[in-house]
């Protein structure tokens, strides 16, 4: 068995700053680099570092960034059959600009993602009977995607989607098609039409997400935690205590350490502290597919923090002294 991954591949130009541009104003820059990057790729990646088989369906370009993100997906262990090389088109590029602080404002070329399409979902659909999980995002046509979670759910595979990047206006018979949506601050105020800045706007941004027939709404507050919510339960998740240096690919890595614990049999509390594990770890380190741990670094984060299998179960008991991190029904 093992995970797909249906979505964007992109190459990343990251520009470093002491700080971010405002409208208009030109900075001379520290750095440059190129990096893999791309939602979809990230979370493949970001799976198959911590030891998921892991598939990824997409497409990228006839040149040399296409040829660079293949070999590099493939070094990673993910199974790459499944990509697409469109010839009419480039591969997809994302230009990225980050400050000392680790924030960060990122302009998408699509590229060969915004080619996506039927065939490709028709190529996905061979994939599924083999999967336990598909990750969906929007770095691709939303009609994709939406084809995508119905081939999903149709042979009961569970859909877990990134709204990201930040839309207001999907689709209304996508929500109930996702058994777990994990929109951000940003993402989550697109959504749901009002600010998203804190515990109690995410539980009740979680509730509308949940009332659109979403199955479990996580909501991912940055530096402040995550909040997480189901028809049955709600609970919330502070931060992992790190020096952020580059925040992209931070969600991503979220992705990555939830659905790698549902694939490992762990509990929706577990696979929220994993994420959150993951995304804190990516932040530590600049560039996208680059920050991304592996298991053993992984592994031995949570140990170093206290987080082992017994501390959650005794948190998903509700003893809360041995973590550090709370759980409110």
């Known amino acids: 068995m093992s995970i797909i991954v249906f979505g964007s591949i992109n190459i990343d130009l990251v ?14 820059g520290e750095d440059f680099f190129k990096v893999s990057g791309g939602k979809g790729a990230n979370q493949a990646v970001a799976l198959a570092k911590l030891g998921i ?36 088109v480039s591969s997809g590029v994302a230009i990225i600009t980050v400050s000392h602080t680790g924030e960060n404002q990122i302009v998408v070329i ?6 996506v399409n039927q065939e490709d979902v028709e190529r996905l659909s061979h994939l599924l009977p083999a999967a336990t999980a598909i990750l969906l ?36 018979e996508l929500y109930p098609l996702v058994d777990i949506i994990t929109p951000n601050e940003v993402e989550a105020a697109q959504l749901v039409g009002f600010p998203v800045d804190g515990e109690e706007q995410a539980a009740k941004a979680a509730a509308v997400l949940l009332e659109r ?24 998740v502070p931060a ?11 969600g ?26 993951a995304g804190a770890l990516a932040a530590t380190k600049p560039g996208a597919q680059t920050s991304l741990p592996n298991r053993f670094t992984f592994d031995a984060f949570l140990e170093e923090r206290g987080v082992d299998t017994e501390a959650i179960n005794r948190l998903c008991e509700g003893d809360k002294r041995t973590t550090g991190i709370t759980h409110a029904q």
């Not at 520009?15 to 001379?28: D, F, I």
């Not at 699509?110 to 080619?115: S, T």
């Open 137 to 172: 995002q929007l770095e691709i046509p939303i009609n994709a995607v939406v084809a995508a979670a119905k081939a999903a759910k149709g042979v009961n595979i569970k859909v877990i989607f990134d709204p990201a990047p930040a839309q207001s206006n999907l689709p209304d």
């Open 252 to 277: 991503d890595a979220f992705n990555g350490g939830l659905a790698a614990a549902l694939f490992e049999g762990l509990s929706l509390h577990q696979a929220v502290i994993w994420g959150a594990a």
């Open 110 to 115: 699509p590229g060969a993602n915004g080619r």
């Open 213 to 236: 027939g979403v199955k479990c709404a996580i909501v991912k507050l940055g530096s402040k935690g995550v909040f997480c919510a189901t028809p049955k339960e709600k609970f919330f």
């Open 53 to 88: 088989p892991t598939q990824i369906v997409g497409r990228v370009g006839a040149d040399d960034f296409g040829t660079e993100l293949v070999n590099n997906l493939q070094a990673s262990g993910v199974q790459t059959d499944n990509i697409f090389v469109d010839k009419t």
């Open 240 to 250: 992992f205590s790190i020096h952020a240096v580059d925040t992209v690919a931070a």
């Open 15 to 28: 520009a470093t700053t002491p700080r971010l541009p405002v409208a208009g104003e030109t900075l001379l």
